[in-house]
């Protein structure tokens, strides 16, 4: 077999199925969109304000739309808008599902888009039980499965991408399968790290477990790097650039989070609550914290997508009877 040959076999191993331009925009745009009620929901945490309304749907007795949100302020105004932010996200999970249905050939690609907006749905009943119930643990809970539902939208994105089925396999033959239990640990433990963010924020506990899992978190993500950029595989390296580069902001934010929580003794600073600086810091760490998780998951998205493609590879040239010097990535390892 001639090295044109062996392109097209791994193109096409590569391509399953198909790259459908707007499904992925619309997947981009699904994942984008839905930081809004995720940055306005944690400005309603920072602000304590997810009792601004006592009932759900209504909003002191008036419809969704139906409120005069624009002649509010403060409170009200962050928590109503929080609530049409989440009908906002919600019409384009539909979107999402409707469009993928009509496009996508792979069933488990519609049926994660369709998962998207289950989740989506889930995610809204979860606030209005919050809401209804006045408790705090559900708020939490309620935080929590946000940053599973973002990841799972970024997801779909990362499947429908150019990138997915071209991200330059044919060039490479590298085994990556040493880096799975990595790849796999790290957004896991970065998932753990964001409950007890939950716990801190919403129930006010576990603050110094927070800290110490975040300092285990910090060396996976810089092992997780380490490993996965030693591959030299552009692809890869991408995603392990960008979660170091999150992960490093989410730290310097978790420190700001901290002096504007607790104040500075060495320098005079003293917290103040609710303050302009502690809500904003507040805010972006709890935002950032969502970015870093969905990011880890995207980096053993694309490994695990690597290795398969690598696999299917081997099988195809072993039944031309041809096989390809592979080189492992143990040695990244070490």
Same mark, same amino acid.
């Given at each position: +077999?001639?090295?044109?040959?062996?392109?097209?076999?791994?193109?096409?191993?590569?391509?399953?199925?198909?790259?459908?331009?707007?499904?992925?925009?619309?997947?981009?745009?699904?994942?984008?969109?839905?930081?809004?009620?995720?940055?306005?929901?944690?400005?309603?945490?920072?602000?304590?304000?997810?009792?601004?309304?006592?009932?759900?749907?209504?909003?002191?007795?008036?419809?969704?739309?139906?409120?005069?949100?624009?002649?509010?302020?403060?409170?009200?105004?962050?928590?109503?808008?929080?609530?049409?932010?989440?009908?906002?996200?919600?019409?384009c999970?539909?979107?999402?599902?409707?469009?993928?249905? $009509?496009?996508?050939?792979?069933?488990?690609?519609?049926?994660?888009?369709?998962?998207?907006?289950?989740?989506?749905?889930?995610?809204?009943?979860?606030?209005?039980q919050?809401?209804?119930?006045?408790?705090?643990?559900?708020? +939490?809970?309620?935080?929590?499965?946000?940053?599973?539902?973002?990841?799972?939208?970024?997801?779909?994105?990362?499947?429908?991408?150019?990138?997915?089925?071209?991200?330059?396999?044919?060039r490479?033959?590298?085994?990556?399968?040493?880096? &799975?239990?990595?790849?796999?640990?790290?957004?896991?433990?970065?998932?753990?790290?964001?409950?007890?963010?939950g716990?801190?924020?919403?129930?006010?506990t576990a $603050?110094?477990?927070?800290?110490?899992?975040?300092?285990?978190? $910090?060396?996976?993500?810089?092992?997780?790097?380490?490993?996965?950029?030693?591959?030299?595989?552009?692809?890869?390296?991408?995603?392990?650039?960008?979660?170091?580069?999150?992960?490093?902001?989410?730290?310097?934010?978790?420190?700001?989070?901290?002096?504007?929580?607790?104040?500075?003794?060495?320098?005079?600073?003293?917290?103040?609550?609710?303050?302009?600086?502690?809500?904003? $810091?507040?805010?972006?760490?709890?935002?950032?914290?969502?970015?870093?998780?969905?990011?880890?998951?995207?980096?053993?998205?694309?490994?695990?997508?690597?290795?398969?493609?690598? &696999?299917?590879?081997?099988g195809?040239? &072993?039944?031309?009877?041809?096989?390809?010097?592979?080189?492992?990535?143990?040695?990244?390892?070490?």
């Amino acid at each position: +077999m001639n090295h044109t040959d062996s392109e097209k076999l791994s193109t096409s191993s590569a391509t399953t199925g198909e790259h459908h331009p707007v499904l992925y925009r619309c997947a981009l745009a699904t994942a984008v969109v839905a930081l809004l009620p995720i940055v306005v929901g944690a400005l309603v945490t920072a602000r304590d304000a997810g009792m601004a309304f006592p009932d759900w749907p209504t909003s002191d007795g008036h419809g969704m739309f139906a409120y005069p949100w624009l002649q509010s302020a403060g409170n009200k105004f962050l928590e109503h808008g929080h609530r049409l932010a989440g009908i906002l996200i919600g019409v384009c999970s539909i979107g999402l599902m409707t469009l993928a249905l $009509l496009k996508e050939r792979r069933a488990w690609v519609c049926a994660a888009a369709a998962l998207v907006l289950a989740a989506v749905i889930a995610q809204g009943l979860l606030g209005a039980q919050r809401v209804r119930l006045d408790e705090r643990t559900l708020a +939490m809970v309620h935080g929590s499965f946000a940053a599973l539902v973002f990841a799972l939208m970024v997801s779909v994105a990362s499947f429908t991408s150019r990138a997915w089925f071209s991200g330059g396999f044919e060039r490479s033959n590298i085994d990556v399968r040493s880096l &799975k239990p990595l790849v796999l640990a790290t957004p896991l433990l970065v998932f753990a790290q964001y409950v007890l963010g939950g716990f801190v924020r919403h129930l006010g506990t576990a $603050l110094y477990e927070h800290i110490a899992l975040a300092v285990l978190v $910090l060396l996976f993500v810089i092992a997780t790097f380490i490993v996965v950029y030693r591959t030299g595989i552009s692809w890869l390296r991408k995603s392990a650039v960008m979660l170091l580069s999150v992960v490093i902001v989410q730290v310097l934010l978790g420190v700001g989070t901290w002096i504007t929580r607790f104040g500075l003794a060495s320098t005079g600073y003293v917290a103040v609550q609710y303050s302009s600086e502690q809500i904003v $810091l507040r805010t972006a760490h709890t935002v950032v914290g969502l970015l870093l998780f969905a990011t880890s998951v995207v980096v053993a998205l694309r490994v695990f997508r690597y290795e398969s493609v690598r &696999k299917d590879r081997l099988g195809s040239f &072993k039944g031309s009877q041809h096989v390809p010097h592979v080189v492992s990535a143990e040695g990244c390892l070490r």
